[in-house]
T-cell receptor, first 113, second 106 residues
């Protein structure tokens, strides 16, 4: 196992609600990246946090926001949920910057009704 | 044009066969490349890094062609357990391909 954990494993929400997903990075890793993976698609990069600062962002609207804590764990927050937000949300931790190997957590499967 | 493109397959091959597929990338300055394996409804797991000179890990061989901007993965002596979706990632852009599905049949 990678040592990256995510919670919750599954979540069901309704349109307009807000959700917070959590990720604990592998020991010694200070970088966390978040991805959204819709069914049949590859993971799409949402954003990356390095030492508590956002270090890059993909093509996602501002209602997708995040945090990284001093222990390098991270949160992904999504406001005003839409049906298309239904997906597997993956976090990946790495030792430093984007050129390092990423290790994925098991993901949170979000269903928006 | 997408940053990273893969042939989605599926590649259906018999046990023991060799299967190979490519992944093209658009940014000529890209530096680091990886292959991941993803089983149905699971997280991606690192299969191997891709080095400039090409590299092997058992039955798996990865190649990088900078001139044509693609990486490749070759699987020799396919096993049933190799059935999965294979994702390429260009790490410097944190861009994943959509995956190539491989099914190995008995």
């Amino acid at each position: 196992e990678t040592g990256v954990t995510q919670s919750p494993t599954h979540l069901i929400k309704t349109r307009g609600q807000q959700v917070t997903l959590r990720c604990s990075s592998q020991s010694g890793h200070n970088t966390v990246s978040w991805y959204q993976q819709a069914l049949g698609q590859g993971p799409q990069f949402i954003f990356q946090y390095y030492r508590e600062e956002e270090n890059g962002r993909g093509n996602f609207p501002p209602r997708f926001s995040g945090l990284q804590f001093p222990n390098y764990s991270s949160e992904l927050n999504v406001n005003a949920l839409e049906l298309d937000d239904s997906a597997l949300y993956l976090c990946a931790s790495s030792l430093s910057d984007s050129t390092d190997t990423q290790y994925f957590g098991p993901g949170t499967r979000l269903t928006v009704l | 044009r997408k940053e990273v493109e893969q042939d989605p397959g599926p590649f259906n091959v018999p046990e023991g066969a060799t299967v190979a597929f490519n992944c093209t990338y658009s940014n000529s300055a890209s530096q680091s490349f990886f292959w991941y394996r993803q089983d149905c409804r699971k997280e991606p797991k690192l299969l191997m890094s891709v080095y400039s000179s090409g590299n092997e890990d058992g039955r798996f061989t990865a190649q990088l062609n900078r001139a044509s901007q693609y990486i490749s993965l070759l699987i020799r002596d396919s096993k049933l357990s190799d059935s999965a979706t294979y994702l390429c990632v260009v790490n410097s852009e944190l861009s994943f391909g959509a995956g190539t599905t491989v099914t190995v049949r008995a």
